[in-house]
């Protein structure tokens, strides 16, 4: 069982990155249904041993997870909280996902948004009640603040596009 375990482990890092509960759960889960009539114990200790197999073998980085999908939240257009939040439900502890989304930059993850949605500045029709609802609607649904929005809705498409030319290092 523990080599099986040890293999799985190998398999499933090899093909992406784990939180340390997401690959605990993930053995746990392929525990119960490979072997029949195993007690909760031994899914338990084969699940730790996953674990402590893919620290040893340096593996296992919940703090280089949460920088990585930081990074990447921001680039694709998430907020801090929405980044958080998501990281929080992959097992994340608060402070590490806390000090990861502090080098974040909430504006330039609502214009990355704001190009995606064609909102603000990258609208390409009138701005009527109706768009301007449904635009800010979606900053906030995205964890965004009223003012990044009122930010964003306020920028020239000349200003938005040096923001995100200046954020390109990301």
């Not at 040890?6 to 509960?21: A, Q």
């Not at 053995?27 to 699940?47: G, P, T």
């Not at 109706?130 to 906030?140: C, I, L, P, Q, T």
Request: proline fraction near 1%; hydrophobic fraction near 45%.
């Amino acid at each position: 069982m523990f080599s099986w375990a040890r293999n799985s482990t190998i398999y499933r890092i090899e093909r992406r990155m784990h939180t340390e509960k997401q690959l605990y759960d993930a053995i746990a889960r392929k525990a119960r249904e490979k072997f029949e009539d195993i007690s909760d114990a031994q899914v338990k200790a084969l699940a730790d041993a996953a674990v402590k197999f893919a620290y040893d073998n340096k593996a296992l980085d919940d703090t280089a997870f949460a920088e990585m999908s930081s990074r990447s939240g921001m680039r694709s257009g998430r907020s801090k909280r929405a980044v958080v939040q998501r990281l929080s439900q992959k097992g994340i502890a608060k402070e590490t996902a806390a000090a990861a989304v502090a080098e974040m930059d909430d504006l330039y993850a609502a214009i990355v948004l704001a190009r995606k949605r064609a909102f603000g500045p990258f609208r390409k029709v009138g701005l009527d009640e109706k768009r301007k609802a449904k635009e800010f609607s979606a900053f906030a649904r995205g964890g965004f603040s009223f003012d990044i929005g009122r930010q964003v809705f306020a920028m020239t498409l000349e200003e938005a596009e040096n923001i995100l030319d200046a954020g390109r290092h990301f």
